[in-house]
């Protein structure tokens, strides 16, 4: 099986509106490894690792986020799969 792992910064009105959560909640139905958490900047950041459909799946609900966010834009960046199949809040 095929296994992708990413990074993604999330810029926009993202803290403070429960994406953090959402984030964790979506990752998990989708069986994604690694972590999402809160930058000093503001900004979310996040590493995804599972399926390329399911990475990929997940990378285009950071372009949205949850209702109340307002993403201005999204960093993506390709990393080596590290194994990680469970998915926390890390900030």
């Given at each position: 099986?095929?296994?992708k792992?990413?990074r993604v910064?999330?810029?926009?009105?993202?803290?403070?509106?429960?994406?953090?959560w959402?984030c964790?909640?979506?990752?998990l139905?989708?069986?994604?490894g690694?972590?999402?958490g809160?930058?000093?900047?503001?900004?979310?950041?996040?590493?995804?690792?599972?399926?390329?459909?399911a990475?990929?799946?997940?990378v285009e609900w950071c372009?949205?986020?949850?209702?109340w966010?307002a993403?201005?834009?999204v960093?993506?960046?390709?990393?080596?799969?590290?194994?990680?199949?469970?998915?926390?809040?890390?900030?």
């Amino acid at each position: 099986m095929a296994v992708k792992r990413v990074r993604v910064v999330v810029a926009g009105q993202v803290q403070g509106v429960g994406f953090r959560w959402f984030c964790r909640e979506q990752a998990l139905v989708r069986g994604l490894g690694g972590w999402v958490g809160n930058r000093p900047d503001g900004r979310v950041e996040a590493e995804f690792e599972g399926t390329p459909e399911a990475v990929d799946g997940m990378v285009e609900w950071c372009r949205t986020g949850p209702e109340w966010a307002a993403v201005e834009g999204v960093e993506v960046e390709d990393l080596p799969p590290q194994g990680e199949t469970a998915f926390v809040i890390a900030r």
